[in-house]
Nanobody, 123 residues
């Protein structure tokens, strides 16, 4: 089992940017995703990237503002978040899928999860 550790969360103002990182304890050899969970809400898909980085997928709510990327040499996946809004406030989780290329939103397709990092956006 691969251990995933997220970092980079924090408290920012609306319109600011943050970059989240997710570092794996070993090579992931799979596509990776980011999910988030706001208080009182279900966990929701944010973005995903294939093993080679050539395919990405985004939730409509973050499209054009967030960018997912990865550095396989560093076993790290990033989520660059720009133009943050108060509704982006949530715990953000990194997840490893069971596939090289799956970039969908189904959380059941992801086998390993990090502990999460808190992102709070004030208005």
């Amino acid at each position: 089992q691969v251990q995933l550790v997220e970092s980079g969360g924090g408290l920012v103002q609306a319109g600011d940017s943050l970059r989240l990182s997710c570092t794996a304890s070993g090579r992931t050899f799979s596509s990776m995703g980011w999910f988030r969970q706001a208080p009182g809400k279900e966990r929701e898909f944010v973005a995903a990237i294939s093993l080679g980085g050539g395919t990405t997928n985004y939730a409509d709510s973050v499209k054009g503002r967030f960018t997912i990327s990865r550095d396989n040499a560093k076993n790290t996946v990033y989520l660059q978040m720009n133009s943050l809004k108060p509704e982006d406030t949530a715990i953000y989780y990194c997840a490893r899928s069971q596939s090289f290329y799956y970039t969908g939103a189904n959380a059941n397709e992801y086998r390993d999860w990090g502990q999460g990092t808190q992102v709070t956006v004030s208005s």
